[in-house]
């Protein structure tokens, strides 16, 4: 019998566009966006560093400001930063419907900035009885201490737990230490992968 419901929170609580951050701050770079994409995304990876504690929020917007050629004020560019996300309101609704019934807790790969501006902020953030940040733990998905750690503070075994995540290697990384993995491509069809393993809704 489930006892616990673990979530992912982008594009399964929140869709994100990385793209409306990167278009912003390319108005203020001497860079081509796919320059400025290629520092913060893929080499060196800033975002990476900051998503696993690596940098601090100072530390990634001075580099990002000093690599990619930006001109902007540090508040303008967390604004620009963190404004990217649109809340899903069924998975919202979701989460209020079976907190009375399970314990429920977010796993995700995040940096400071995102956890406090948007996170933090959202209606159902008090109804987690666990939170792992990837900032906050110093490793992201798919790496097995991330899971551990929120299995910890749930204090349950894995095989009572369900993993809600839009990437695939993400669910199976969870499924390879006991736990049920959902890979998230729909509300109707989470809602029916939920009641498949068990869990009342």
């Known amino acids: 019998m489930?006892?616990?419901?673990?979530?992912?929170?982008?594009?399964v609580i929140?869709?994100?566009?990385?793209?409306?951050?990167?278009?912003?701050?390319?108005?203020?770079?001497?860079?081509?966006?796919?320059?400025i994409k290629r520092v913060i995304y893929h080499e060196p990876n800033l975002s990476r560093q900051y998503e696993t504690g690596q940098i601090s929020s100072d530390e990634f917007y001075e580099q990002v400001v000093d690599l990619c050629r930006v001109s902007m004020s540090k508040s303008d560019f967390r604004q620009a930063f963190t404004n990217i996300f649109t809340t899903i309101q069924p998975s919202l609704h979701l989460i209020k419907k079976l907190k009375p019934h399970y314990k429920l807790a977010l796993l995700s790969n995040t940096n400071e900035w995102d956890y406090?501006?948007?996170?933090?902020?959202?209606?159902?953030f008090p109804l987690f009885d666990a939170i792992t940040a990837s900032y906050q733990v110093g490793a992201m998905k798919p790496d097995e201490r991330v899971y551990r750690d929120v299995l910890k503070q749930l204090s349950v075994p894995p095989e009572v737990c369900v993993y809600v995540d839009d990437i695939k290697d993400y669910v199976e990384a969870a499924e390879r230490i006991g736990?049920?993995?959902?890979?998230?491509t729909s509300h109707e069809s989470l809602l029916n992968s939920l009641k498949m393993v068990g869990v009342e809704i």
Request: proline letters at 2%; glycine letters at 4%.
């Open 2 to 11: 489930m006892q616990a419901i673990i979530f992912d929170y982008g594009n």
């Open 14 to 35: 929140a869709t994100l566009d990385n793209s409306l951050f990167l278009r912003r701050i390319a108005q203020h770079s001497t860079l081509p966006i796919e320059e």
């Open 116 to 124: 406090q501006a948007e996170i933090e902020t959202m209606d159902v």
């Open 179 to 184: 736990i049920h993995g959902i890979h998230y």
